[in-house]
């Protein structure tokens, strides 16, 4: 069964990065320290914030990350914070390294998910795009994670370094036994977009062609995939999450976002300020969010003008979605 998942009012995530810290060093990182700096947010700090947004909304899904989240000696006690305030749901987005033994530290009671990168399904590939002995140890460490009974996820960076592999990784998934799969498209942020001259971005044509069948095969194996709509039809409707769901992107110099688009830049629309979270003065990205213009996503044409450069194949012209818009299948 397909569907697009819609925003909904009632959901809402926190995108919650603890430090930007990591022991790998991707090509293409979205983590840009002159953004978001290189503080580590201390235990104090952290269960304050969590505190503040499940004021807001502690219906929300929360979702730990970096850097690499499992540096931060306060992983579990962050943990338990969350599950403490109610949240409907805890994930750890980790690059396999599972460093302090968190597994150890944490039940599969207190955390939903721990969710994977992997961005190859050869050795080969992972290893040129996130470094030597990545693939080996986060494949030991989704090992090490389902033994320990926990739901794990993992998560697929498309880009043109390793879409030609994306068709292939279904039995590599169930033999890992994987729950839930996501398929991402590669962000111009951070370090994809210092290199944009390497072009990491796919074509609509190649996305088009590619991620829905490969989508369609992962499922059939009982795994739920979800991949970003990317590319929408003249009918389809278009709509920004920043003005109709609920997401925050919170990172450790305080910054929170909206939108991931423009994390790259000063446009936060939130900051915590002695925490308390505070409205930033105008302009920020809540100002753009409204600007109805025919190619869809106004962020996208600001800040990454080269995803329209193939939007039209010839007959169908497309728009380009929310990238928080999402199809999900499960068989
Ligand atoms: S694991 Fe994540 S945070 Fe670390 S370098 Fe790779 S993309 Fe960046
Ligand atoms: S990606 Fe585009 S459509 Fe989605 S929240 Fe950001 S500005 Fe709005």
Request: net charge positive; charged share 25%.
């Amino acid at each position: 069964m397909k569907k697009t998942v819609a925003f909904s009012k009632n959901a809402a995530n926190l995108f919650f990065h603890l430090l930007t810290r990591c022991n790998l060093r991707c090509r293409h990182c979205y983590i840009n320290v002159k953004q978001h700096g290189k503080n580590t947010l201390d235990l104090e700090t952290i269960e304050a914030w969590l505190k503040i947004l499940a004021v807001i909304n502690k219906k929300a899904n929360v979702i730990f990350l970096g850097g690499e989240p499992t540096l931060h000696p306060d992983l579990p006690a962050a943990i338990q914070k969350a599950k403490f305030l109610g949240y409907n749901s805890i994930t750890v987005d980790t690059n396999g390294y599972l460093f302090n033994n968190i597994l150890t530290k944490v039940s599969p009671d207190d955390v939903d998910y721990f969710s994977f990168s992997l961005d190859g399904v050869t050795r080969k590939t992972n290893d040129m795009i996130r470094g030597k002995g990545s693939f080996d140890t986060c494949i030991r460490g989704i090992n090490r994670a389902v033994r320990k009974g926990f739901n794990t996820s993992l998560i697929y960076t498309v880009s043109a370094m390793n879409i030609h592999e994306l068709d292939s990784i279904a039995p590599l998934l169930h033999d890992l036994k994987i729950d839930r799969f996501f398929i991402q498209v590669i962000g111009i942020r951070g370090k994809s977009a210092e290199n944009r001259k390497n072009q990491l971005q796919v074509s609509s044509g190649d996305w088009l062609k590619i991620v829905p069948d490969a989508a369609r095969k992962i499922a059939r194996y009982g795994i739920t995939v979800t991949y970003p709509k990317v590319f929408l039809s003249p009918e389809d409707p278009f709509e920004c999450a920043g003005l109709v769901a609920d997401n925050y992107f919170i990172f450790p110099n305080g910054r929170v976002y909206r939108c991931p688009l423009c994390e790259d830049y000063p446009l936060h629309s939130m900051v915590f300020k002695d925490n308390t979270l505070v409205n930033t003065p105008r302009i920020n990205e809540n100002d753009f969010f409204a600007l109805d213009i025919d190619e869809g996503c106004v962020m996208n044409k600001l800040i990454q003008p080269d995803n329209l450069s193939d939007i039209s194949d010839g007959t169908t012209k497309h728009k380009i979605a929310c990238c928080m818009l999402k199809e999900e299948i499960r068989n």
